[in-house]
């Protein structure tokens, strides 16, 4: 198993920059597809970006596309979400998640992740 913790979160007005990471442990994480989820009061947990084992492709939900990047140090085990211009409507818990390790493609499906984080919050004020 991976284990997975979230930090960076916080209060922030609309428009700064935030970087989320998610540091992980019990196995290398260069044999997982590495995706981030956020899901905000009352409503679903959806798809925010992901990324292959290499890095070499990243995927995004059209909400955040343009403003958020994902990426990943395989070498210090730790996937970032960076946050740039982030919006009221960005506020949620963010989780970051691990794909099974016989997986090697991107999904914007919350079951096709096995390992997840506690999460951790993301409060953006107007």
């Known amino acids: 198993q991976v284990q997975l913790v979230e930090s960076g979160g916080g209060l922030v007005q609309a428009g700064v920059s935030l970087r989320l990471s998610c540091a992980a442990s019990?196995?290398?994480?260069?044999?997982?597809?590495m995706g981030w989820f956020r899901q905000a009061p009352g409503k679903e947990r959806e798809f925010v970006a992901a990324?292959?084992?290499?890095?070499?492709?990243?995927d995004y939900a059209d909400s955040v596309k343009g403003r958020f990047t994902i990426s990943r140090d395989n070498a210090k085990t730790t996937v970032y979400l960076q946050m740039n211009d982030v919006k009221p409507e960005d506020t949620a818990v963010y989780y970051c998640?691990?794909?099974?390790?016989?997986?090697?493609?991107?999904?914007?499906?919350?079951?096709?992740?096995?390992?997840w984080g506690q999460g951790t919050q993301v409060t953006v004020s107007s």
């Open positions: 998640a691990a794909r099974g390790s016989t997986y090697y493609v991107t999904s914007a499906r919350s079951d096709q992740y096995d390992y």
């Open positions: 019990g196995r290398t994480l260069s044999n997982y597809v």
């Open positions: 990324i292959t084992r290499s890095g070499g492709r990243t």
